[in-house]
């Protein structure tokens, strides 16, 4: 597909594989929900370019990779994309780096009608490497989309009704037991520190990269607050979690921390309650 530039084959490629093999093609790249499509407009927000660039958090790198952008358009059905590549590929896409791949200019057709940057509801974007096909999205991309699929499962529950699975966790029932072996040995070996800060303490999670392949997303809860990860990397053979500007946890007493941890085969809570230092204590699997 890519010798041929046949980039709209590779849209329907990919998902075809998704659908038929749902979780088991994640086992390819585990870690593709820790690389992230940057999208910027060129000229400080004037014409008709975007600056493309993908953020690896992963500890792997990927080599000879084409970056492929899918975009949405108004007017256009929900899961329709227009393909178009980037200007050229890069050699490598490093390990714990920011690869530029240059900029794209927005000149195309959609039904007969000229479209612009202001035109595009979503940037999604297939990174074709060596090693792996992958989808790439913006932050705010699997955010939403795991905001609306919770609110959908809710939704659900609420109305009495089961609460319906991830699409390709649905369709593979049987991948659900290497989900939660995964998630039994995170139990083990998941470790929390602080860090302590002028102010307020950071919390410091670490969880093994194995748990990459259930694309969770992570939260910490304290005191009634939600904290969004400021860092959420691997590193060697784990997931390191930074939530910054937490608490003071060398003032009064310090109550239990407990990091949620969302993702399509179900939520999960790992508690920690304070000891002398803070010592892991498991709480439980719960839906939301």
């Given at each position: 597909?890519?010798?041929?530039?046949?980039?709209?084959?590779?849209?329907?490629?990919?998902?075809?594989?998704?659908?038929?093999?749902?979780?088991?093609?994640w086992e390819i790249f585990p870690e593709d929900?820790?690389?992230?499509?940057?999208?910027?407009?060129?000229?400080?927000?004037?014409?008709?370019?975007?600056?493309?660039?993908?953020?690896?958090?992963?500890?792997?790198?990927?080599?000879?990779?084409?970056?492929?952008?899918?975009?949405h358009y108004t007017d256009m059905y929900p899961n329709d994309y227009e393909a178009l590549a980037a200007?050229?590929?890069?050699?490598?896409?490093?390990?714990?780096?920011?690869?530029?791949?240059?900029?794209?200019?927005?000149?195309t057709e959609v039904d007969g009608l000229a479209t612009t940057v202001d035109d595009i509801v979503d940037h999604r974007a297939i990174?074709?490497?060596d090693e792996a096909v992958v989808w790439v999205d913006t932050t705010e991309f699997k955010t939403s989309e795991s905001d609306e699929f919770r609110e959908h499962r809710k939704q659900r529950v609420a109305l009495g009704k089961e609460a319906p699975a991830h699409p390709s966790v649905e369709r593979h029932?049987?991948?659900t037991p290497t989900a939660d072996s995964l998630v039994q040995a995170a139990l083990t070996?998941?470790?929390?520190?602080?860090?302590?800060?002028?102010g307020s303490d950071d919390v410091l999670v670490e969880l093994p990269k194995e748990l990459a392949i259930?694309?969770?997303?992570f939260q910490l809860r304290y005191n009634g607050e939600l904290y969004e990860a400021t860092d959420n990397v691997i590193?060697?053979?784990?997931?390191?979690?930074?939530?910054?500007?937490?608490?003071?946890?060398?003032e009064g007493e310090a109550g239990e921390v407990e990091l949620l941890l969302s993702s399509p085969f179900g939520d999960v809570v790992l508690g920690w309650t304070p000891g002398d230092d803070l010592t892991w204590r498991f709480i439980g699997r719960k839906l939301d």
């Open positions: 597909r890519r010798s041929q530039k046949q980039w709209d084959f590779i849209l329907s490629d990919i998902s075809f594989c998704h659908d038929v093999l749902g979780p088991y093609f929900t820790y690389l992230d499509l940057e999208v910027s407009p060129t000229m400080m927000g004037l014409g008709s370019g975007l600056s493309l660039s993908v953020n690896n958090r992963s500890a792997r790198t990927l080599h000879n990779a084409t970056l492929v952008l899918a975009l200007e050229s590929t890069v050699p490598a896409v490093a390990a714990g780096d920011t690869t530029n791949f240059g900029s794209v200019e927005i000149a990174l074709v490497t029932p049987e991948f070996s998941a470790s929390l520190q602080v860090e302590s800060r002028y259930l694309r969770p997303l590193a060697g053979d784990a997931i390191q979690l930074r939530f910054a500007g937490v608490s003071n946890f060398d």
